[in-house]
C-alpha cells in the first residue's frame, strides 16, 4: 500500500481503497481491461433543482492510489473485475444504461505531494 506523508508528519491513510474496479481504455481500434484492486470507488444521486423543477443527477468518485498516470478521461470503469472488451460493437455496447456498476469518466485529477503522484481521483 502507497503512504505518503503530509506537512503534518501523519501518513496519508488508503485504507479505504479497498475495492476492485475494472478500467477500460480504447486506443484507437485497441482496447484494454486493467484490474485495479486498490481502488475507491463511490456512486452519487443528487438532486438538481432549477425553476423548472428537480431533477436527480448521477456521479461518481474514483481513487487510485498510484505513481503514474492509470485513469484517463473517456475510460470506462466497473465496480468488480469485468469482461475482456474485445470489439467496437462490444465497446460501443458496453454503457452505463446496460451494465450495472459502469461509469464514464469525465475528468481526471492527478493529485501530488513533494512533486510526486501520489494517487489520481476521477469522476464524472
Known amino acids: 500500500m502507497l503512504s505518503v506523508r503530509h506537512k503534518l508528519g501523519s501518513p496519508v491513510d488508503y485504507s479505504k481503497c479497498n475495492q476492485t474496479v475494472t478500467i477500460y481504455h480504447k486506443d484507437h481500434e485497441r482496447y484494454t481491461a486493467t484490474i485495479v484492486y486498490q481502488a475507491f470507488l463511490d456512486f452519487k444521486k443528487t438532486q438538481n433543482v432549477d425553476k423548472t423543477g428537480s431533477q436527480e443527477t448521477n456521479s ?65
Not at 73 to 83: H, N, T
Not at 108 to 118: A, E, H
Request: glycine share 12%; net charge negative; proline share 8%.
Open 60 to 124: 461518481f468518485l474514483l481513487v487510485i492510489p498510484c505513481d503514474s498516470q492509470c485513469v484517463f478521461v473517456g475510460d470506462k470503469v466497473l465496480l468488480g473485475e469485468g469482461p475482456e472488451i474485445a470489439t467496437r460493437e462490444e465497446w460501443a455496447g458496453f454503457i452505463p444504461a446496460k451494465v450495472p456498476g459502469l461509469v464514464v469518466v469525465k475528468y481526471v485529477d492527478p493529485k501530488y505531494w513533494q512533486g510526486r503522484l501520489i494517487h489520481v481521483e476521477a469522476g464524472g
